[in-house]
């Protein structure tokens, strides 16, 4: 005779414990996966970048190929492209902030003293003293110089490193795209070839829309606040804007800062009221990015709210800085679009995944 065992837990309490059990598992692996990354960032940094230039190229190297150029020099063509629009583009920018740094730090010690003057607070008087120690370290600098030019070296011959290294990775992405797919059925385990193939496949494409919706989306602002720049006569407009096309590529901060640069040189050269008009100018351009240009060009990528956006690059921006802050939304793409598919293969009904159940 044989007598059922009562079980010693509730079916809900079993299922959420198996369901925290699986939370648990996942978050450890991807634990140690971002441990792994920042142990070999040396080689996963260039990796990245490479990956997410290949998504940006990618339609221009196509281009090149349907007209029947070889895949090769396709690649190499659009490499060149690159660097002559970055290198350019950081050029622009570089020279245009050197132009106007003693301007910059001058407005923040006028913007202390017209608050002080106007509104009586006396905390306004930091602004002016940080202003002044600017200025102070500024000028101390070059005494000092010499004793940090190796460090310098250092983290320049790695930047340097990192972007050759990335660029020649972006060159081979490109040239052997078409064996990408038979290279992840050849890695995958039997049988779970086709699904490698589509998360991969949902994966680059949620990174190539972010990084080309970006890109539109950066050029709009970028040529929209030029010309509102130009029309206010604001010095060094062209670089501000070309300040603007960089920094869209962190969403929501990278505006922050390029539109406060852009307010304190028009601040510190025309007065605070072409400020305010700056201001005003740079507001317009956020809004009719937020409420037109995102929900039209972005519409068929990866959509994810702006708090998660702030959240992935806060963690971003602890594990690997500002380098970590670029790659965080692209990265975070990717995992949604894996998680989409996973989501579209194994959560409807026909092909539903089994519950985990640790009761076995």
């Given at each position: 005779?044989?007598t059922?065992?009562?079980?010693l ?6 299922r ?48 090149l ?137 949902r ?9 080309r ?13 030029t ?90 921006a ?5 380098l ?37």
């Amino acid at each position: 005779m044989t007598t059922s065992q009562k079980p010693l837990l509730p079916e809900a309490a079993r299922r959420t414990a198996a369901w925290c059990a699986v939370v648990l598992l996942v978050t450890g692996v991807a634990a140690v996966g971002v441990w792994l990354c920042i142990i070999f960032q040396t080689a996963v940094t260039p990796v990245l970048l490479a990956l997410l230039g290949t998504a940006l190229l990618g339609p221009v190297h196509g281009w090149l190929v349907r007209r029947r150029v070889n895949r090769a020099l396709a690649a190499m063509l659009t490499c060149v492209a690159l660097v002559a629009v970055v290198g350019g583009t950081g050029y622009i920018v570089v020279a245009a902030l050197i132009d106007t740094g003693d301007q910059i730090v001058s407005s923040l010690g006028d913007a202390g003293n017209w608050i002080r003057e106007h509104f009586g607070i006396t905390q306004a008087s930091d602004i002016g003293s940080a202003a002044d120690s600017a200025k102070s370290l500024i000028s101390k600098w070059g005494a000092s110089a010499a004793s940090g030019v190796i460090a310098g070296l250092s983290v320049l011959a790695s930047l340097l490193a990192t972007s050759v290294l990335a660029l020649l990775l972006t060159f081979f992405f490109l040239k052997d795209s078409d064996r990408a797919v038979g290279l992840a059925h050849s890695i995958a385990p039997r049988g779970i070839g086709d699904i490698v193939e589509a998360m991969g496949r949902r994966a680059f494409e949620a990174v190539e829309g972010f990084m080309r919706g970006t890109t539109i989306i950066a050029l709009i602002d970028a040529v929209c606040i030029t010309v509102g720049l130009l029309i206010l006569r604001v010095p060094g407009a062209v670089g501000l804007g070309a300040l603007v096309f960089i920094t869209a590529y962190i969403p929501y901060l990278g505006a922050t800062l390029s539109g406060a640069v852009a307010v304190l040189v028009a601040l510190a050269d025309r007065g605070w009221v072409i400020g305010l008009w700056t201001l005003g100018v740079i507001l317009a351009v956020q809004q009719l990015e937020g409420n037109v240009l995102q929900p039209m060009i972005q519409s068929r990528t990866v959509q994810m709210h702006p708090a998660m956006v702030m959240l992935a690059i806060t963690a971003g921006a602890s594990v690997a800085g500002i380098l970590g802050m670029l790659l965080a939304v692209p990265v975070t793409a990717a995992a949604f679009g894996i998680i989409g598919e996973l989501k579209k293969r194994y959560g409807s009904g026909e092909s539903s995944a089994p519950e985990p159940d640790f009761d076995s």
